[in-house]
């Protein structure tokens, strides 16, 4: 039996956008692609020219920022963890019993293509998570902001997405509390969500020092859209429409010219079935 890989193991092989073209005011983003996710302990795909060099490996500090972004914001703050004693340590999908599935994207790449991604959703009244990476905060520290004000989740994709699971403690440690540095001094919030890089689901390992961290839960997803292997907006539109249903937790990337393109037909074949695109909270609450 073939076995099929996920998003989080396998390298990515850019291919051609067959919809991007026909999709007025997100072209721009047709072409670039961003660091997604692989079991590999280096970035398996290539790395936006903005990017910065990643720390040495167990450093927790903050990189230094000239942008005003990063100046405390005068805006409550951002929605905290919370536990769900319904759900299991590792969430990788709500409940069965109500119309309602989560797309979320791994947050890192253009934030071009993040901004028309973003307001693709919000023009068809659907809402998103957002993991974001340290490094792409860093580089990018108003997307935060973008991200929240859009009434969508934010959470902690590690701050340098690296393989997490193959780590020492030490190492671990500094990724998952460096990317959540990062996200309580430009939202005052840790994130909503944990979501570990490289890997489908934490090892007991990590799932205990992202608790350790503040987060009660950490997130995984039950149905995997490939998007980040660039196989056409037709394509990653079937991979999502052939797996989810009521409760499901889909991965999607933030970097890939097919999924701005996918998006509008995944949100209106959505609401054919009857299915809310939600935040991963409201899925749960």
């Given at each position: 039996?073939?076995?099929?890989?996920t998003?989080?193991?396998?390298?990515?092989?850019?291919?051609?956008?067959?919809?991007?073209?026909?999709?007025?005011?997100?072209?721009?983003?047709?072409?670039?692609?961003?660091?997604?996710?692989?079991?590999?302990?280096?970035v398996?795909?290539?790395?936006?020219?903005?990017?910065?060099?990643?720390?040495?490996?167990?450093?927790?500090?903050?990189?230094?920022?000239?942008?005003?972004?990063?100046?405390?914001?005068?805006?409550?703050?951002?929605?905290?963890?919370?536990?769900?004693?319904?759900?299991?340590?590792?969430?990788?999908?709500?409940?069965?019993?109500?119309?309602?599935?989560?797309?979320?994207?791994?947050?890192?790449?253009?934030?071009?293509?993040?901004?028309?991604?973003?307001?693709?959703?919000?023009?068809?009244?659907?809402?998103?998570?957002?993991?974001?990476?340290?490094?792409?905060?860093?580089e990018?520290?108003?997307?935060?902001?973008r991200?929240?004000?859009?009434?969508?989740?934010?959470?902690?994709?590690?701050?340098?997405?690296?393989?997490?699971?193959?780590?020492?403690?030490?190492?671990?440690?500094a990724?998952?509390?460096?990317?959540a540095?990062?996200?309580?001094?430009?939202?005052?919030?840790?994130?909503?969500?944990?979501?570990?890089?490289?890997?489908?689901?934490?090892?007991?390992l990590?799932?205990?020092?992202?608790?350790?961290?503040?987060?009660?839960?950490?997130?995984?997803?039950?149905?995997?859209?490939?998007?980040?292997t660039?196989?056409?907006?037709?394509a990653?539109?079937?991979?999502?429409?052939?797996?989810?249903?009521?409760?499901?937790?889909?991965?999607?990337?933030?970097?890939?010219?097919?999924?701005?393109a996918?998006?509008?037909?995944?949100?209106?074949?959505?609401?054919?079935?009857?299915?809310?695109?939600?935040?991963?909270?409201?899925?749960?609450?």
């Open positions: 039996m073939v076995r099929v890989t998003s989080e193991e396998r390298v990515a092989r850019p291919a051609p956008d067959r919809r991007a073209a026909l999709r007025s005011g997100i072209a721009l983003a047709a072409g670039t692609l961003a660091a997604g996710c692989s079991a590999a302990g280096a398996a795909h290539p790395v936006p020219p903005s990017a910065p060099a990643p720390p040495a490996t167990g450093t927790t500090s903050t990189s230094p920022s000239t942008s005003p972004s990063t100046s405390p914001r005068t805006a409550p703050p951002a929605p905290t963890p919370r536990r769900f004693p319904a759900q299991p340590p590792v969430i990788a999908h709500g409940p069965r019993t109500r119309p309602q599935a989560a797309l979320t994207f791994h947050g890192q790449g253009d934030p071009a293509i993040a901004k028309a991604l973003l307001g693709e959703a919000e023009k068809n009244g659907a809402r998103v998570t957002v993991l974001a990476v340290g490094t792409w905060l860093d990018h520290p108003a997307i935060a902001r991200i929240l004000d859009g009434g969508h989740d934010l959470g902690n994709h590690t701050l340098r997405h690296l393989d997490i699971n193959a780590m020492s403690e030490a190492d671990a440690v990724e998952i509390q460096g990317c540095d990062r996200l309580k001094r430009l939202t005052g919030s840790i994130g909503t969500w944990f979501r570990p890089s490289r890997t489908p689901r934490a090892s007991p990590v799932e205990r020092l992202a608790r350790d961290a503040g987060y009660p839960h950490t997130l995984s997803y039950d149905v995997d859209s490939l998007d980040f660039s196989p056409g907006a037709a990653v539109t079937r991979n999502i429409m052939g797996e989810i249903r009521a409760g499901s937790i889909v991965s999607l990337h933030f970097g890939y010219a097919d999924t701005v996918a998006l509008p037909a995944v949100l209106e074949e959505l609401d054919r079935r009857g299915l809310r695109a939600v935040t991963t909270t409201e899925l749960l609450s």
